[in-house]
Nanobody
Framework: QLQLVESGGGLVQPGGSLRLSCTAS????????IGWFRQAPGKGREGVSC????????YYADSVKGRFTISRDSAKNTVYLQMNSLNPEDTAVYYC????????????????????????WGQGTLVTVSS
């Protein structure tokens, strides 16, 4: 069973930066893409950024484009989310999720629709942007 563990969350001032990590482990390291999703207080979970593990193709939500960068280290089964120019609207619990080869189509589809069908999720890490 695939397990995902996030780390790197915390409290940061507006304009600051954080780097989140998502490491996959388990007997079934068979996944096509990893995505970062977030859920702000009182809101639904939304896709932030997704990356194909095969070819590195990426997708970003408009709200984070130009500020966040997703990257992968396949040898370490780890995906990173570098978050710069953070603002209070980025405050949320951030989750990583994995898309299986059976269901994966594109990174955009994963980010746009993944909350509805993905079944491999990490426990989440809290990011708080506040002065």
């Amino acid at each position: 069973q695939l397990q995902l563990v996030e780390s790197g969350g915390g409290l940061v001032q507006p304009g600051g930066s954080l780097r989140l990590s998502c490491t996959a482990s388990g007997f079934s390291l068979n996944y096509s893409a990893i995505g970062w999703f977030r859920q702000a207080p009182g809101k639904g979970r939304e896709g932030v950024s997704c990356i194909s593990m095969r070819d590195g193709v990426t997708y970003y939500a408009d709200s984070v484009k130009g500020r966040f960068t997703i990257s992968r280290d396949s040898a370490k089964n780890t995906v990173y989310l570098q978050m710069n120019s953070l603002n209070p609207e980025d405050t949320a619990v951030y989750y990583c999720a994995a898309d299986s080869p059976r269901l994966y189509t594109t990174v955009q589809a994963m980010c746009d629709l993944g909350d509805r069908y993905l079944d491999a999720w990490g426990q989440g890490t809290l990011v708080t942007v506040s002065s």
